[in-house]
């Protein structure tokens, strides 16, 4: 041990740690500063980003025995409080610069450090600064963070008061289509919003900490599991295996329909029998210290018999391949596809045909913060279990038959979530802290490490995706041939519902009258498929987005007018025969159609041959619901002091649950005349909140707003009096009145038939996405320089959360084209590894144009946002690449070696 005297934030502080314990740690564990955040842990993301005698650095990476006495140290508590706060953190509130909010302290205490030194600095200066030092977000796209800056400095120099940062309510005291900002977010400039590690550094003395021992192969059988001199460690507490797993064992996967050939019950919550894939948890140690349940895990011994690995659909569906899951065939799910007539004869007498092969990759999430969580028995005797799920009821009864724990005695609570991108609409470690505190008896708690997280959380699910179109010689599309297979890993969770989704989105945003299709689920040793953002839209819509401008190339025609003929008009169904509930298509081409005339002269204004520009367009279109008659449920009360509190579980990945909330109650109970501040909110725990069903499919803007609003209207017609004035909670009491409505909602929807054809979604999101990139024809490297995305996401909640939205998700896009890939297991393990975007990857030069058409069935006219900006900027990347230079990229990421060979070939 050695004892270090430091001033923190001004103040003498004494700490007595490892030699060898990190500053990141010390600071943390010993000081209880948890602003500090540790997202990679080496060096990669700057969430943990401090000063250290005025030099920003990565507190992650110094050692405490290299810190000297005295040195100075700030964090962000040193930078402004909840009551106090800094221009640099009002304007990270203003321009909503902390969406999920984990890597807000690292940047904030880095803009200090840039703004004491350059206090004007150019939005480029900016960017060079957070690239320099490392800070990473996932969530905002940057442009947000680089607005708050320059936002901050105007502040600092004093030619901006803070007055001008503070949101006002407008005049009709409406917040509802404006900038107000999210509940949380003083919280998350402050460092005071916990996350799951700082609320694991507060558990209870007594509480253990878990270690896992996973597996170290892809595919295996265990012969043996031997955990007896892990268990005489000093301070292990006990080593838990299958065998304390009192019930399944297994996490449901919940088989959506009756063709899938396996039964769901295929993901070992800790491996019995069987290793399916890397990282697969064997046995968690349990453990006084993290360090003791580390040296544990090191002694569980595992004897396996190594079996072939399948890393991908095509060696997985060989016909020399095994069962991965014996008695059910790797290939386990088909998804048919046929809409209007046959289409063999259009193709044979059509004007023109195209056909391409497509691939899109086993994007990584990559959250900055890794999975985390906690459990223990509750005072009722329940088993408490805390994550990041955003789908807490759901979880709850996909675990509880494998823990052998009835769903009544299960809460399940979503601790403040540093992303998740989708990975958490699976549950990952839910079970496993709950096994873990079922047989210790005692709190338990599970850190991921980032490597952790990469490797043992799902994936998108690669596709393999064919397409043909058929069109007349002036492009009016015909018909369309298609084939897909989703390698989705060993786990089935979900697969089903995403080969749906090829069915539904290949082709879409187009009128194609003949459709014949055929998707297949495969079962691999790669890691399992999990929801991600745009969930089958990219994989679907990158092909088809691709090969409509391979058939404009063929027509002679200009990429954005094909698009334009086809586009949905009224009389026009989508791939399912759906007749689309709104047609803006073509205004939302109108509206692009002048920038994209700028560049395209820009670009031949600027090319050269080193260094090409190119400009690519492409169209994307989701839905906002789970399919079918998707439901959810909001209760809300109205308090003693005529306040009132909403009860939901509306997901909180990052995305803003709280101001979904808010803004729509606000607006619902507008007849209340309540302010803001009079709408408490208690969101995410199964105790008290009822099902509103996970944050995915962009659903719960519609969805549970729509519950939301239900709940709020039962309320305030409860309290309207004849004369048209309302009861207060006293009235209410008197007149005998409830004061807890229960509202529901159920989207106007039907589920698509063994056809791929139905009315699956009641609202949809609608975009097109405009890219201008340059590729060095040296490297091959490709920049993306400007993108402008229009957007339909029907009438807006709250401008900070869709713009917010937008831009984080064309940030992922970006990756998704051209940097993200989680293929070798040891290679992408790691941010930089894994093409994780940094600020320069991003073009600050990011525009949205907004079309509000009013949806009929959404709240106030809403529809969803969150994965529309992942449906497919993309192709627009990949279209502008080859318009840049001839070289096209049907597998994506386009490395720069892609590019090369194809700008050689
Ligand atoms: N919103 C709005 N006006 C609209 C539509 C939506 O203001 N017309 C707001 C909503 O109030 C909400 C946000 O935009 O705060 C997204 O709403 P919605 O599209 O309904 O999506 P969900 O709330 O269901 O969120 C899930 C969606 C998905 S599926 C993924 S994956 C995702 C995402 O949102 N993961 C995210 N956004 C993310 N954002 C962050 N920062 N981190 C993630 O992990
Ligand atoms: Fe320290 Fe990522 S740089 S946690
Ligand atoms: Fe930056 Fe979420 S707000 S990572």
């Not at 953002?533 to 002679?556: H, I, N, T």
């Not at 609003?709 to 004849?722: F, I």
């Amino acid at each position: 041990m050695i004892k270090r005297t430091l001033q923190v934030n001004g103040v003498s502080r004494v700490v007595v740690c490892d030699p060898d314990e990190s500053l990141a740690n010390a600071l943390r564990q010993n000081l209880g500063l948890t602003s500090v955040k540790i997202g990679c842990g080496t060096g990669q993301c700057g969430s943990c980003t401090i000063l250290r005698d005025g030099k920003l650095v990565r507190s992650c990476t110094v050692k405490m025995k290299r810190v000297k006495n005295n040195t100075q140290i700030m964090t962000l508590e040193g930078l402004g409080t909840a009551g106090d706060l800094h221009p640099i953190q009002m304007a990270w509130i203003a321009f909503g610069g902390a969406q999920c909010g984990f890597c807000s302290p690292g940047f904030l205490v880095s803009t200090y450090a840039l703004l004491t030194e350059n206090p004007s600095p150019t939005r480029e200066d900016i960017r060079d600064w957070f690239q320099k030092h490392k800070n990473v977000c996932r969530c905002t796209g940057y442009k947000p963070l680089v607005d708050a800056v320059m936002a901050a400095a105007e502040v600092m120099r004093g030619d901006k008061s803070m007055d001008d940062l503070i949101f006002k309510i407008p005049e009709d005291g409406r917040i509802w289509n404006t900038h107000y900002p999210r509940p949380s977010a003083v919280a998350k400039v402050t460092g005071t919003w916990d996350f799951g590690a700082d609320m694991g550094l507060r558990l209870p003395p007594g509480s253990l900490y878990c270690e896992l021992v996973q597996a170290e192969v892809s595919h295996a059988n265990i012969l043996s599991i031997d955990t007896a001199e892990a268990e005489t460690v000093p301070g292990v507490f006990k080593v838990v295996t299958h065998k304390d797993v009192k019930g399944k064992n297994r996490i449901t996967g919940l088989i959506t329909f009756p063709t899938n050939l396996g039964d769901g019950w295929d993901r070992p919550i800790l491996c019995d029998e069987k290793i399916f894939q890397y990282g697969d948890a064997i046995a968690i140690v349990c453990a006084d210290s993290p360090e003791a349940a580390k040296a544990g895990a090191a002694k569980v011994k595992v004897e396996i018999e190594q079996l072939p690995e399948y890393m991908s659909a095509p060696a997985a569906m060989a016909e020399d391949a095994i069962e991965i899951h014996p008695g059910t065939p790797n290939v386990y799910y088909i998804q048919k596809e046929a809409k209007g007539p046959d289409t063999k004869p259009i193709f044979e007498n059509a004007d023109v045909v195209v056909e391409g092969d497509y691939y899109t990759q086993r994007q990584p999430h990559m959250p900055i913060e890794p999975d985390v969580g906690f459990a223990y028995i509750g005072d009722e005797g329940k088993l408490v279990i805390h994550s990041k799920s955003i789908g807490i009821h759901l979880h709850l009864l996909m675990i509880a038959p494998g823990l052998g724990v009835e769903p009544e005695n299960m809460v399940l609570v979503q601790n403040p979530t540093g992303g998740t991108f989708g990975y958490k609409f699976s549950p990952t470690m839910e079970a496993l802290v709950g096994a873990a505190a079922l047989a210790t008896g005692r709190p338990v708690f599970l850190n991921y490490t980032w490597k952790q997280q990469q490797q043992y959380t799902g994936k998108r699910s690669p596709q393999f995706t064919t397409v043909r179109l058929a069109s007349t010689k002036d492009g009016k599309l015909l018909g369309m041939e298609t084939d897909w297979t989703v390698d989705h890993g060993p786990y089935s969770e979900f697969g089903d519902l995403l080969t749906l989704r090829g069915a539904q989105y290949i082709g879409s945003g187009y009128d194609i009258p003949a459709i014949r299709g055929e998707g297949r689920t495969v079962c691999t040793n790669h890691c399992w498929g999990a929801a991600f953002r745009g969930y089958g839209a990219p994989e679907a819509e990158f092909p088809s987005e691709v090969c409509m401008d391979e058939l404009a190339e063929k027509l002679g025609m200009d990429p954005l007018e094909l698009r334009y003929k086809n586009v949905y008009r009224k009389g026009s169904t989508t791939p399912t025969g759906q007749d689309p509930e709104v047609y803006s298509l073509p205004e939302m081409i109108d509206k692009v159609r002048p920038r994209y005339e700028e560049f395209k002269k820009y670009a031949a204004d600027n090319s050269t041959d080193a260094k090409k520009l190119g400009v690519g367009v492409s169209i994307g279109v989701y839905g906002s619901g789970l399919d079918g008659p998707d439901t959810a449920e909001v209760d809300i009360a109205l308090n003693d002091d005529n306040t009132v509190t909403v009860y939901s579980a509306w997901g909180d990945h990052g995305q803003g649950a709280d101001m979904g909330t808010l803004g729509t109650a606000h607006e619902a109970l507008r007849p209340l005349n309540l302010t803001p501040d009079q709408i408490h909110l208690m969101m995410g725990d199964t105790s008290f909140a009822p099902a509103a069903g996970p944050a995915g499919g962009s659903r719960s803007q519609v969805v549970v707003g729509q519950a939301t609003k239900n709940a709020c209207d039962q309320l305030v017609a409860a309290m309207k009096k004849p004369d048209g004035s309302f009861r207060t909670h006293e009235e209410m009491v008197a007149d005998g009145l409830e004061l807890l409505y229960h509202g529901k909602w159920t989207a106007p929807a039907n589920d698509c038939d063994a056809n791929g054809q139905g009315n699956p979604f009641c609202c949809y999101m609608y975009g097109v996405f405009l890219s201008l990139v340059s590729v060095d024809t040296a490297t091959g490297k490709t920049a993306v320089e400007k993108m402008v995305t229009v957007a339909d996401i029907g009438v807006v909640n709250n401008f900070l959360l869709v713009d917010g939205q937008i831009h984080g998700g064309i940030a992922q896009g970006i990756g998704l084209a051209l940097t993200e890939d989680y293929e070798d297991i040891k290679k992408h393990s790691n941010m930089a590894g894994a093409g994780m975007p940094y600020i320069k990857d991003i073009p600050d030069d990011m525009e949205i144009i907004y079309v509000e058409t009013p949806r009929p069935d959404g709240p106030f006219g809403a529809s969803g946002v969150g994965e529309m900006p992942l449906t497919a900027p993309h192709a627009a990347i990949i279209n502008a690449i080859y318009n840049a230079c001839g070289a096209r990229i049907r597998h994506l990421p386009a490395y720069p070696e892609k590019v090369l060979a194809a700008l050689k070939g």
